[in-house]
């Protein structure tokens, strides 16, 4: 069953708020293995500028992977999630997370697509803060392999 055309431009309201802490922050650094001391020191992070420890710029995933699962799981747009492979992903910032930030993120379907007997699905994730600010921004493609894959 191909995944529901008339998903594109659907927006799912924004997340509960999520508080981002320095322990959060030094797990990701450890999964990631990056030693980074502004992932886990604030004197280190506030030696480059920032408030509060920073988190690596790939950290958004811990909060955009969570929102993207609502499409993901919505019963009518047809997605088999047994055949979901995650295809790409990236992020653009208006500024880094840190540790303190209380963020929310929302989720668009931006397009869906066929390639090679696979949907490709097009998601923008936008991480704000709750008093609004853009933080980052997320893209990502999930493929829905076909049948026959």
Known sequence: ????????????????????????????????????????????????????????????????????????????AGIDYGRVVHGEQRFVHERPVCAGDLLQVAVRVEEIRQAAGNDLITTRAQVRSVDGELVVTAYSITVVRGPDK
């Open 1 to 76: 069953m191909p995944v529901n055309q008339s998903f594109v431009g659907r927006e799912y309201p924004p997340t509960a708020p999520y508080r981002v802490s320095r322990e959060k922050i030094a797990e990701f650094a450890d999964a990631i293995n990056d030693p980074n001391p502004a992932y886990r020191s604030a004197a280190a992070a506030r030696s480059l500028g920032h408030p509060d420890v920073v988190a690596p710029p790939t950290f958004p995933i811990v909060l955009t992977l969570t929102a993207g699962h609502e499409l993901l799981m919505d019963p009518e």
